[in-house]
């Protein structure tokens, strides 16, 4: 049997994306890269992506677990809220 892969597995959830709203506030400009590797390697949906020096952000597939509030201490994320209404994740897989 194939290992699912991260995008297997977040293909069996539904999300309702709020296209103009980020429930997520994330400090682009920073630039400890010690402090961003820590939400690379602990989102699990890869919301962060750090290419060329510069640090990218798409809250689309977040699994608002709440990891990357915690792991920055304000200091990345600069507000976490859940998001609005039906928005969001709808869980299929475990
Ligand atoms: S809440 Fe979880 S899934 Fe969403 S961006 Fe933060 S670490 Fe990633």
Redesign the pocket.
Known sequence: MRKMTIDDKLGLNKFNVDESYSH?DVDLDYKDEAEIRK?LL???????KYEDGKLL?A?A?????????V?SHGKI?TA?RHPNGNFG?QFRHG
């Open positions: 997520i939400l602990a989102c699990p949906a890869e919301c962060y952000f809250h597939g977040c699994l608002e677990c709440g990891t990357c509030r792991l994320v976490w994740v």
